[in-house]
């Protein structure tokens, strides 16, 4: 008896959910985009910082939290910076490092 749930292989025919998945997937790389979490965490480090680290992590949280909302990190980094901006900024260690992580400005 044939298995309900296997669909059958046609030669040369994907079946339509690879074809779906592989679209998603090369749409999603298109569009290197960060995450609020991933913005709020770059926020957090550029406090951390610019304080020189002598914030506790409960100072930094609510520092963070009064200061961030979801509206201003979405209009200032989700829309504006590279996922890949964004992780760098998160994992700077200095000022100078979190600048580095910066793209590099446009001639006028």
């Known amino acids: ?38 913005c ?17 992590e409960a100072e930094l949280d609510r520092m963070t939290r009064e200061a961030l909302t979801q509206e201003m990190a ?3 980094c989700v829309n504006k910076k590279s996922g890949a901006q964004v992780r760098c900024e998160i994992a700077a260690e200095s000022l100078a490092a979190r600048r580095a992580c910066e793209p590099a400005a446009e001639p006028h």
């Not at 998603?24 to 991933?38: G, I, Y």
């Not at 770059?42 to 304080?51: E, G, Y």
């Open 1 to 38: 008896m044939a298995d309900p749930c296997r669909t059958p292989a046609l030669p040369g025919v994907f079946p339509a959910r690879v074809v779906v998945v592989a679209v998603l997937l090369a749409l999603s790389a298109c569009s290197d985009r960060p995450t609020v979490a991933e």
């Open 40 to 56: 709020t965490e770059s926020f957090r480090n550029f406090v951390r910082l610019n304080t020189g680290s002598i914030l506790s």
């Open 74 to 76: 979405e209009e200032v």
